[in-house]
Structures are given as C-alpha cells and as structure tokens.
C-alpha cells in the first residue's frame, strides 16, 4: 500500500528556518576541534563529522524534496550549491598548492588534482593520509560533494515507497561494505570514503521524507525510539573497546564490531536531528543565538583550523621561548587556537561567504523571472535561511 501524507494540520512540516539545526551544528564543530586539540576525554570528538553528515542528508533531502517538481531543478541546486560550497574550498586548496609548490617543488603538489576534483579519498586512502597532510580534514567535504553530485537524480527518479525503500537499503548495505573492509589494506576505508558513510547520510534523508508523511508526535516517537537505540549501542561499544582506542582510526577500525560504531551513530543524530526538525521542547535551547551563531560560520571554521592551530602553535611556542622563566597556564594556547579559528572564519564570513549568499539569492531570482525552456529538466524555492552545508 503506498505511503499517504498525514492530515495537512498534523503534518510535520518544519518551518524553512531551524535555528535548532545550526546550534546541532555548532556541537558537532566544537567536537571537531576539541578532538583535533587532543583534550582529555575527547577522543569520540569526531563523531562531530558524523553529525554533520546526517544533518546534510535531512537537508539536502528537504529541499530537493520540496523542488522536484519545480522548474530548472538540476540548475538551481547545482548553481546554489557551488555559490555556497566552492568559494572559500577552492580558496584554500589554491593556497595550499601555491605554498608548497614554491616551498617543496612540483612533486608536493603531485595528488593536488585530486583535490580539485573532491576525490582527495583516492591518494588519502593510498597514502594513509599522508599526502597533503594540511588537507587531511578534507575529506568529510569530499564525501559531502559527492553525495550532492548523486543524491538530486536518486530524488528526482524515486518516489513514496521506492525512494523510502532505497534509503532503507542504504541503511543495511553501509554496515556491510563497513564489515567488508576489515581485512582491507587501509584502515581508513571503514570511514574515509562515501559508501562507508552512506547510512549516516541515508538517516537524514529518511528524515526528510518522514516528516512529509508522519504526524509531529510520530515523528517524536520514531526519533526516540532512534536515539534511545543508538546511543545504547555506542555506550555498549565504547564501554567494550575503551574510550581512549578512539584516537586512532588505526586502533579501533580492524575489530569486528566496529562497523557498528556508525550505525548506532547514525541512529543517535538521526533521533537528535529528527526531534530538533520537530522543534521538541527538548531542542529548543539549540536555538540559543551564540550557538546558532558559531553554526552558521561553521564551515568556515572547519575548512581553516588546522592553519589557525598550526599558527598558534608556532606563535605560542615562540612565546614560551622568550619567556622560559613565566608560568603559562595550559588553557593559553586551546584558547588561542580556538579563537582564532572562529575570527578566521567570522572574516571570511563577511567577506566571502555573505556575498556568495546574496548573489545566490540573485540568482535564484533571475532564473524564477527567465521562462525555462521546454526541453529543460525541471527551479526550486528553497528555504532562505539555516540551510547552507558545511
């Protein structure tokens, strides 16, 4: 029996805006760069990436959703996409290459391509992440584009109980070709490459398409019911391995129940992200303007903080170096480094990504005002604000 919508009055349809998602994803960032600062008990900080993909996949799905059948589908989301995604990407990647072209020769810039392309998980998985070693980070933006390039024609192709079908399927096909690298070569295939992570995605999207067909307390319900299980089995597993094997990809990716470690990741943000959809009493406080603030510039803050924490390493040390008999206080340079992480990005913020935005919604405008043309695939509205990706 195919899927029917709920009554338009109960219907789960979250307003174009979430303020909760951008505070979700000013956790997920933070957990980012606490891991990369190797804080005590911060080792599962990484799971950061992981929300970030599940928020993805309920967005990225919403809007093409809500855009299929509008004019200039293809257009208007590739077109958006690059606006939001491409600018500052290509700016670091271009400077990356620039310095160690001219400091290291032509042979550091050899896998660069790669990059340009958002295939840096061929030479990364190959080379252990050792090849562009300020890049490394790069690879969640790899998977994330990927998924963009795919992910509209699987929309536009499938509808009610086949498009619930596939995501379905992509839930229980990504533990197995998780299970399926153990005795790979790489480590890093259980995680670093998109058919590893499709799950993460594939809860976001389903998701999206729950909340056109279930009521807003069943769509709570489900979203319990998701978190409670998932965040049982990470316990259970975290409490088996030891929090401190987390660290390292190398440590934990060859034991037999980790491919699970994602699944149960998945069902635990895809449980959060749903109630924050639903906007529950629980995930108001999300929409605390601090946090929604750091989530909107997050990006930003994810692309350049391996050259903020490098350069605030080097200029902390120096500092010690004159100053060897003066007490430093070990919060200095966390704090340094975070800092400047966020005023980093808060400047590329207003000077790149902000124009970026407006001429985005310039374009939106003038190819809702140009007739399409006949043969043209179908332009979508997508909602102004809280949607951009990191």
Same mark, same amino acid.
């Given at each position: ?212 067909? =279930? @009521? ?5 319900? /489900?979203?319990? &019911? +998701? *978190? !409670? $299980? ?31 470690? =994602? @699944? ?5 943000? /895809?449980?959060? &992200? +749903? *109630? !924050? $959809? ?31 924490? =490098? ?10 170096? +004159? ?68």
């Amino acid at each position: 029996m195919a899927a029917t919508r709920t009554d338009q009055s109960d219907r789960c349809d979250a307003p174009s805006f979430i303020p909760e998602i951008d505070g979700l994803r000013a956790f997920a960032i933070l957990g980012v760069l606490l891991f990369h600062l190797e804080l005590p008990w911060c080792s599962l900080g990484w799971m950061g990436v992981e929300l970030f993909f599940v928020i993805s996949g309920f967005l990225i799905t919403r809007i093409l959703l809500a855009s299929r059948d509008k004019p200039r589908y293809f257009t208007t989301f590739y077109s958006r996409r690059t606006l939001r995604i491409f600018p500052i990407y290509y700016l670091v990647i271009t400077l990356y290459t620039l310095e160690m072209f001219f400091s290291h020769g032509r042979g550091a810039v050899r896998t660069m391509p790669f990059y340009y392309a958002y295939l840096q998980t061929i030479p990364q998985l190959h080379s252990g992440l050792t090849d562009a070693p300020m890049l490394i980070h790069t690879w969640t933006l790899a998977i994330e584009e990927q998924f963009y390039l795919l992910w509209p024609l699987a929309v536009l192709l499938l509808s009610g109980r086949k498009f619930l079908i596939a995501n379905v399927a992509i839930l229980l096909v990504a533990p197995i070709v998780r299970f399926l690298t153990l005795s790979a070569s790489s480590p890093y295939l259980i995680i670093g490459w998109l058919p590893a992570q499709m799950d993460l995605l594939g809860a976001g999207a389903i998701i999206a398409f729950a909340s056109q067909y =279930l @009521s807003v307390r069943s769509l709570r319900r /489900a979203a319990m &019911v +998701a *978190l !409670a $299980a998932g965040a049982a089995g990470m316990v259970i597993i975290v409490r088996h391995v030891g929090l401190e094997t987390f660290w390292m990809t190398t440590q934990w990716s060859r034991l037999w129940y980790s491919p699970l470690l =994602l @699944s149960a990741m998945a069902a635990t943000f /895809a449980g959060i &992200v +749903a *109630l !924050a $959809a639903s906007r529950h009493a629980l995930t108001r406080w999300l929409s605390w303007r601090p946090l929604t603030h750091y989530g909107k510039i997050s990006y930003g803050i994810y692309l350049y903080h391996p050259y903020a924490f =490098l350069a605030m390493g080097q200029l902390f040390n120096k500092y010690k170096a +004159a100053h060897p008999h003066m007490h430093h206080a070990w919060s200095m340079p966390i704090l340094l480094k975070l800092g400047c992480s966020y005023a980093v990005a808060l400047v590329s913020w207003h000077l790149i990504e902000s124009p970026m935005k407006r001429l985005k919604e310039r374009l939106t405008q003038w190819l809702r005002a140009t007739p399409p043309r006949v043969v043209d695939l179908p332009i979508f509205d997508e909602p102004d604000e809280g949607l951009e990706l990191t």
